[in-house]
């Protein structure tokens, strides 16, 4: 029997980080759009708008305005997204970030470096760039 | 064979949208960008365009543009003439200086050794000596400077929403690199009009010298994004889903691009009327872009892409 060949064919090769965060984009987007129905639309918008906000204002301006936004219901879109990618920067960088509550996420970033600061701001990037292409092809249009 | 070379630097007086087309990203729209570096770049191919669409604007002769520039590939248009190549090549621009805005003196220009290298490098090998010294190193976090009124608390040099630690200030190595810069990179005068002095005089004291990956940070996140929406002919309003951004890249932003010349092409001999040599090629498109502004990339009639042109004519 060809051994390499049967373990080609058995185990599982850890995936890319492009496929994690494609992956994690994917379950979110399904997620929210199960729980928010018609309102999903909404959401969609956000996880577009995110990345443009947070080049032209910082991370830290953005994550502070969604929180504010996320309180009242007409602006629950922005809180759910900015909640889905604190969660994904808490993942990506556990020890960093014990949780991804707002208060003791923002607290962390306020003390990061300026190196540690824009390796996390990348990875937001990175990460939305799939939410914004998910989210979109979970709405069914662009 | 080119036989003559030069450089030309580009410097954006207005947002720049040379963009790269229908692309998946966190932008909608986004500008050019070098795969390796991702430092933004403008492909030569636009640049020539933007010359070949101005030519007669900027001074050129009409007939000339065929052999200076190449016919064009459209048979109706080239009016049954031959195809020939044409006697100048445009490379790539690419960036030597990016403005990042400061706490203190509005913007300063960064740059990193990669990218003044690579213009050194540049203008070697088209005969331009660059008699500056040495780029010094720079670690991550930290940065060198000329202006140290740029700096507070001490040595801290604050850009957007980050610290920097001043290694040198009043940095000798980078003092000489604005100094040639602001001597070569910008035309000297516009007409009788000293419109250029303030930036001149601003690139070398506000020069400012970072670590190739902070400087990768902010030529890739800190260009300018605009969001723009698509108005509903009924309503008048902004329509369903028709939101979308565009990047520019910021003015005040600088880059260099190759400009080659060669003898005419369309078939006619040395000695016959209308052959010209690489000299008076290279004397024709230096005619037509020194000093001048130029238009490239996209959205012209939203007043994007304007930038000013200097060319350096190598040995």
């Known amino acids: 029997m060809n051994t390499t060949a049967q373990k080609s064919s058995t185990s599982h090769p850890r995936p890319t980080l492009e496929q994690l965060r494609a992956q994690d984009a994917w379950r979110r987007a399904e997620v929210v759009k199960n729980e928010s129905g018609q309102k999903y639309d909404k959401y969609v918008d956000a996880a577009k708008a995110l990345p443009a906000l947070i080049m032209n204002s910082g991370l830290m301006q953005v994550l502070a305005f969604c929180q504010e936004k996320g309180q009242k219901e007409s602006g629950w879109h922005y809180g759910r997204v900015a909640a889905d990618l604190r969660d994904w920067l808490q993942q990506r960088f556990p020890q960093r970030f014990p949780s991804a509550e707002f208060e003791p996420f923002m607290n962390q970033l306020m003390q990061a470096s300026p190196q540690d600061f824009q390796a996390i701001t990348a990875e937001a990037f990175a990460w939305l760039r799939w939410l914004r292409q998910m989210a979109s092809a979970r709405q069914g249009r662009d | ?315």
Request: proline share 5%; with cysteine.
């Open chain 2, 1 to 315: 064979m080119f036989e003559k070379h030069a450089a030309v630097f580009l410097y954006a007086v207005s947002p720049v949208h040379m963009g790269a087309g229908q692309a998946i990203g966190v932008i909608d729209n986004p500008i050019q960008r070098e795969r390796h570096t991702r430092h933004p770049c403008f492909a030569g191919s636009g640049i020539k365009g933007a010359v070949r669409h101005s030519w007669e604007v900027l001074g050129g002769e009409k007939d000339q543009i065929d052999a200076i520039l190449g016919p064009s590939p459209n048979p109706e248009e080239r009016n049954g003439k031959e195809l020939h190549a044409g006697a100048t090549s445009f490379g790539d621009a690419q960036l030597v200086l990016f403005p990042v805005r400061s706490l203190r003196g509005g913007y300063v220009y960064a740059t990193c050794p990669t990218a003044i290298e690579r213009a050194r490098r540049l203008l070697a090998l088209v005969g331009v000596a660059t008699p500056w010294d040495q780029v010094p190193p720079v670690a991550e976090g930290h940065c060198r400077v000329v202006n140290k009124d740029l700096l507070s608390n001490g040595n801290k040099l604050h850009l957007e929403a980050f610290e920097y630690d001043a290694d040198a200030t009043e940095c000798e190595a980078l003092k000489s690199i604005g100094k040639w810069l602001k001597d070569n990179a910008l035309p000297k005068k516009n007409g009788k009009d000293n419109a250029f002095e303030y930036f001149r005089n601003k690139i070398a004291s506000d020069l400012v010298l970072l670590s190739d990956t902070d400087f990768a940070y902010f030529s890739e996140h800190a260009t300018l994004v605009e969001p723009h929406v698509r108005i509903n002919d009924q309503t008048g309003t902004a329509d369903e889903g028709g939101l979308f951004y565009t990047e520019n890249l910021p003015p005040e932003s600088l880059l260099i691009a190759p400009l080659l010349a060669s003898q005419t092409r369309t078939g006619k001999n040395k000695g016959e009327e209308g052959w010209e040599d690489a000299f008076s090629v290279m004397a024709k498109i230096k005619n037509v872009m020194d000093g001048k502004l130029l238009q490239i990339g996209g959205d012209a009639t939203t007043g994007r892409g304007l930038v000013v042109a200097k060319v350096l004519e190598g040995k």
